[in-house]
């Protein structure tokens, strides 16, 4: 028995301070009560015993491991033992370990009676999780060796992973890094989500244009979750609202309506050279009553599926299409499943305290609303409170705006989420009441602050009065939230100047920045695994990746040849990969000494793609005009872009066909041959950005100053080495400051000059406005160059009339000439490579690492808890000693 396996006997019989006073930890009514049952009056001592020891991790118990789960988990022979099942086998072993931790992890946590940040969010794009998993509890060598005697490669089992399809983009993709930080750094939390059956769509490009698909990633199971029957709570709607008095005492009673279930599905999630693993709790849909056994009688078949066909809908995709009332009440109803079993869910957990104390409340849950489509939890909260546990309306307020917090990710007021009244009326009539109690007790307040302003009243009113009446679901959460942050330092000042700018006033302290930042776990370790062996053996350990600070360090080693050529090779290989993706998938063949010039993520008309496209017809034009000798000079490029538009979002569809008309052409010109190439990736996602992003070396974030929350994917690039070509919006602002003018492409109008360039705009002649170079661009697509095609006109006609509200035309000209300073340093190979270090290694700020600990600090005065576990002497590494195996291969091919 190893060191692992032996240590877990001493941690569950060792004995804890709890309250000043010794208790012991870890007994076994502890472990059902884990589960808010009752201990049994049995004697649970062998139990205990045969509990008491982890499962091992040397060689011969990882195989042996492995093949019990294919006889015994799948049921297979050695006959039929494929590569899929080895994957499935692999990941049931690695989550026995998982669980092992996660138990222990959620035990310490009930016993240390710890305070818990509980992160909900309709999103999570938590990505494959097998390697992040080995990673995390380094054992990625140890499987890798394990599986080399049983015939298979660890690296081609990754493959055989399904992402899944818990998100669409940056707002998913954060909650997963939280997540990973809050594991890693020890903070005792809970993620709550959605376990969708399809996940938004499986994206397929069919003629250049987009077609959504299902995305049944559960198609083939998910071995990664832990299914909790016996964790589910009913969930109502519709019905009506009877008042009732209790001891002369007026109270409401929600009944009627119809009643489904939601239950609960745990992935654990592990910390980085941590015991400790928390929870990523999705909630999925049931009918409260399995089958309609009369209407099946009298041969009604159809209605006698009916309730749990509805029921099950409702979490079968993200994001329902909203443009139909149907589709609003979906959705609506999507976000209550998710808050109110959250919320049961959270207030079971606190009522399971030795002393029950709702004051104690605040000081034991944080509540984190991962933007307004969780807003509701405040309503339902109160709710539960006042009607359930019977708490007076005051007392039941104050301990709601003492719990949550609510982060924004918009600063566009067309974005910011609205329910109208009577949806809520028809679907949720309790919580119509409650929000307009809410509603009466804050503007009672405002009244007393502004006496008499009707204005403030109005911009201030959760409740929107002009004409169809709406419930303003932003305005919700910050009244009902002790902090509002923003996600990166111009966001927040724009928040607290343009569409919060009542509330700020009336709450200057309320609002706070908390700067996005993404796990080195993920996009660097597991992304990049070259980069962090290079960086493993220079700094002469793994701590970088606990406290990317350490990289400064580095910075010495920029003027050192052998650390550049180190850093190229890496960066070439990167390249290499990609460009085998590529082939493979898009069936586009691009020059490897090429500039990788990269923009990925959700198509929208502020993000600019457009431009972007605009710009290679621009060049391709130029590279057409120009004279055999004038090629020699021209820097070849391969345009890659990635990204999913919504399936309503006419404009962004036709953003996708413009560019797959574009690559079609220059893709098949053989007149320019290698100068230019263009790829739309379909389907982008997590596995494929950890292709992506090592690989690229220009990387575009051009929205339009003003109109860009943060951005997390230029965090990314930026980890990996590459330099970004972007705009003064979002976290580029804070990007530009770590890692110097010098070394970052900046262009275009700056936010406080944004206005008066639309002004500008509506007030000149188009042939004016447009720079010649895009009027000689949107020529070539009128005359059907790229194909005779009506949609082509109509997208450079969406802004071309005077309706160019996010500035192409204006910031084309100077977008131009920063694509000109690319060209000019990516002819300086060495000098390129240096700025792309200089952007690697300051880029620690942007780890999430650094964003949760802010959060923890300042927000939910939250303090870590380290579970007892296993010693960690294999991730304290020595430089020569104890690198891994694939280390040192690698750190020995950088080497030679």
Same mark, same amino acid.
């Given at each position: ?13 060792? /004995? ?5 006073? *010794? ?55 050695? !006959? ?19 669980? %092992? ?5 959620? @035990?310490? $946590? ?83 989500? =959605? ?8 994206? @397929? ?64 999630? *592990? ?68 808050? #109110?079993? #959250? ?37 339902? @909260? ?57 509603? $009466? ?39 009902? #939230? ?17 569409? $919060?700018?009542?509330? !700020? ?57 052998? $650390? ?58 130029? =590279? ?45 010109? &053989? ?10 990736? *379909? ?14 070396? =220009?990387?575009? &974030? ?46 275009? /109008? ?78 300086? *190979? ?27 600090? %300042? ?12 010693? /960690? ?24």
């Amino acid at each position: 028995m190893d060191q692992k396996a032996t240590y877990r006997t001493s941690v569950r019989r060792s /004995t804890v301070q709890v309250g000043g006073s *010794p208790s012991n930890m870890y007994r076994p009514e502890y472990q059902v009560e884990q589960f808010g049952l009752q201990a049994s009056p049995r004697d649970t001592s062998k139990i205990w015993e045969l509990m008491d020891s982890y499962q091992g991790s040397d060689k011969l118990a990882l195989q042996q491991s492995i093949v019990h789960h294919v006889e015994y988990t799948l049921a297979r022979t050695r !006959f039929d033992f494929s590569k899929f099942h080895s994957y499935q086998a692999l990941s049931h072993s690695v989550r026995d370990r998982l669980i %092992e931790a996660f138990n222990d992890t959620n @035990l310490h $946590f009930h016993q240390m009676d710890a305070k818990r940040i509980y992160y909900l969010s309709l999103e999570f794009l938590i990505g494959r999780c097998l390697q992040n998993a080995l990673v995390n509890l380094d054992l990625e060598d140890d499987y890798r060796e394990a599986l080399m005697d049983l015939g298979y490669k660890l690296e081609e089992l990754y493959d055989e992973e399904v992402d899944p399809a818990l998100g669409n983009g940056g707002l998913g993709r954060l909650a997963a890094c939280f997540l990973d930080s809050l594991a890693t750094l020890n903070y005792p939390s809970f993620g709550y989500g =959605i376990r969708y059956t399809y996940g938004i769509f499986k994206q @397929l490009i069919k003629d250049g244009y987009q077609v959504e698909s299902p995305d049944f990633w559960l198609n083939h199971g998910n071995p990664w979750e832990i299914e909790r029957l016996d964790v589910q709570y009913q969930i109502r709607f519709y019905g009506f609202v009877k008042k009732v008095w209790d001891h002369g005492v007026e109270r409401s009673v929600w009944e009627g309506g119809e009643t489904i279930m939601a239950r609960a599905y745990d992935t654990p999630i *592990p910390g980085y050279n941590t015991q400790n693993t928390i929870a990523l709790r999705l909630w999925k849909s049931h009918p409260a009553s399995e089958f309609d056994f009369s209407s099946f009688n009298t041969g009604d078949y159809f209605k006698a599926l009916e309730q749990r066909q509805k029921a099950e809908y409702i979490t079968s995709v993200l994001y329902p299409n909203d443009s139909t009332e149907a589709g609003k009440e979906l959705r609506l109803k999507q976000q209550y499943l998710l808050v #109110s079993a #959250s919320m049961q869910d959270i207030v079971r957990r606190f009522k399971r305290r030795k002393v029950l104390d709702w004051n104690a409340f605040p000081q034991k849950v944080a509540v984190q609303l991962n933007d307004t489509h969780p807003a509701l939890a405040i309503v339902e @909260l109160l709710r539960i409170l006042i009607d359930i546990e019977q708490l007076d309306n005051m007392s039941a307020w104050q301990i709601v705006t003492k719990s949550f917090n609510y982060t924004n990710h918009t600063v566009l007021p067309e974005a910011l989420e609205k329910w109208g009244v009577p949806l809520i009326e028809k679907l949720l009539p309790r919580h119509l009441e409650i929000i307009y109690l809410i509603n $009466f007790l804050f503007l009672e307040k405002v009244q007393q602050k502004y006496p008499n302003n009707w204005g403030k009243l109005s911009a201030l009113s959760i409740v929107e009065e002009e004409g169809t009446k709406k419930v303003r679901m932003a305005n919700l959460s910050i009244v009902g #939230s002790k902090f509002v942050n923003g996600v990166a330092k111009i966001h927040t000042e724009l928040l607290k100047t343009t569409i $919060f700018k009542e509330f !700020f006033e009336m709450h200057p302290n309320k609002f706070q920045n908390k700067t996005n930042g993404v796990t080195p776990r993920r996009w660097v370790r597991c992304a990049n695994p070259a980069l962090a062996a290079l960086y493993d053996r220079v700094l002469g350990s793994d701590k970088w990746v606990l406290d990317m600070e350490l990289l400064k360090q580095l910075e010495s080693n920029v003027s050192d040849p052998q $650390f550049v050529r180190d850093f190229q090779m890496i960066k070439m290989e990167n390249k290499e990969r990609f460009v085998h993706w590529i082939r493979k998938t898009c069936q586009v063949d691009l020059n490897i000494d090429s500039l990788f010039d990269i923009q990925v993520k959700r198509i929208h008309e502020y993000k600019r793609q457009l431009m972007n496209i605009l710009y290679v017809i621009y060049r391709y034009l130029i =590279i057409k005009e120009s004279t055999p000798e004038e090629r020699k000079r021209i820097v070849p490029r391969s345009v890659c872009f990635g990204g999913k538009a919504a399936p309503g979002y006419v404009n962004a569809k036709r953003v996708i066909k413009l560019i797959n008309s574009v690559a079609d052409v220059i893709n098949n010109d &053989h007149q320019i041959g290698d100068l230019l190439k263009v790829v739309f990736m *379909p389907n982008y996602n997590v596995s494929n950005a950890q292709i992506i992003i090592p690989a690229a070396e =220009i990387s575009q &974030h051009i929205s339009t100053a003003g109109t860009e929350a943060s951005g997390t994917s230029n965090m990314k690039f930026i980890m990996n080495g590459c330099l970004i070509l972007g705009t003064l919006d979002g976290a580029n602002v804070e990007i530009d400051e770590a890692v110097g003018r010098e070394n970052i492409f900046i262009f275009g /109008t700056q936010v406080e000059d944004v206005d008066n360039m639309k002004e500008k705009m509506r007030n000149t002649d188009p042939h004016e406005y447009f720079p010649q170079e895009l009027l000689k661009v949107f020529g070539e697509i009128d005359n059907g160059r790229f194909g005779h095609n009506e949609e082509l006109k109509w997208i450079v006609d969406s802004i071309r009339y005077k309706n160019d509200n996010y500035l192409v035309g204006q910031d084309f000209k100077d977008y131009i000439k920063a694509q000109q300073q690319v060209d000019d340093l990516y002819r300086q *190979p060495n000098e390129w490579a240096k700025k792309s270090i200089y952007n690697a290694i300051r880029s620690y700020k942007f780890s999430s690492d650094r964003t949760i600990m802010e959060y923890a600090e %300042e927000i939910w005065q939250l303090k870590p808890i380290k579970v007892p576990g296993p010693a /960690t002497q294999k991730h304290e590494r020595v430089k020569g000693v104890a690198l891994s195996k694939s280390q040192q291969e690698m750190a020995e091919k950088i080497k030679h």
